[in-house]
T-cell receptor, first 112, second 115 residues
């Protein structure tokens, strides 16, 4: 089984709809992250969480919200999806010493 | 704030020839540096990492990178490219901000390997 699992893997949604992307990890790490990937821009940080009670905005948090339901679960929500949120989204977790980040397989989201 | 610059958005090499993917960083602290690879329609896989130990770091699949503090560089190399190396490569620096760490990604270099 994968260390970091994202669901769904692919999703097409309409403008204005609410959508949730889910992430779970089996590494036992406290730190979890959500990134979006756009061509030519690399990965940009949306939100991150260093434990269940700690949620922090990243560089592009507008239009997104997150929930850390448990140490192993970190979900990303788009309250009202818009076309420029079409992207590949990655969830990640890292060890306490920050020596490596483990990524999920990604969720390809298309907003039409 | 730390930043990462990948100097080439696309690199093409012939199979069997050397690979060089360039990365420069800016950092106020002793950085941790990483290279990740993303194959088409796949997630991100760690190739190698530098965390203040040996400056020449060996990774998987024959890749290696050398940390050069004087040049603020962490270039990725491989002596002989294989077709399976075709992918996108990301240089990443670990940033210490307000007592916590975050990962800062470069914009990526797409490697094409020609037969």
């Amino acid at each position: 089984d994968a260390d970091v699992t994202q669901t769904p893997r692919n999703r097409i949604t309409k403008t204005g709809k609410r959508i949730m992307l889910e992430c779970s990890q089996t590494k036992g790490h406290d730190r979890m992250y959500w990134y979006r990937q756009d061509p030519g821009l690399g990965l940009r940080l949306i939100y991150y969480s260093f434990d269940v009670k700690d949620i922090n905005k990243g560089e592009i948090s507008d239009g997104y919200s997150v929930s850390r339901q448990a140490q192993a679960k970190f979900s990303l929500s788009l309250e009202s999806a818009i076309p420029n949120q079409t992207a590949l989204y990655f969830c990640a977790t890292s060890d306490p010493n920050h020596t490596e980040a483990f990524f999920g397989q990604g969720t390809r989201l298309t907003v039409v | 704030a730390q930043s990462v610059t990948q100097l080439d958005s696309h690199v093409s090499v012939s199979e069997g020839t050397p690979v060089l993917l360039r990365c420069n960083y800016s950092s106020s602290y002793s950085p941790s540096l990483f290279w990740y690879v993303q194959h088409p329609n796949k997630g991100l896989q760690l190739l190698l990492k530098y965390t203040s130990a040996a400056t020449l770091v060996k990774g998987i699949n024959g890749f290696e990178a050398e940390f050069k503090k004087s040049e603020t560089s962490f270039h990725l190399t491989k002596p002989s490219a294989h077709m399976s190396d075709a992918a996108e490569y990301f240089c990443v620096v670990s940033e210490l901000t307000s007592g916590t760490y975050k990962y800062i990604f470069g914009t990526g270099t797409r490697l094409k390997v020609l037969a």
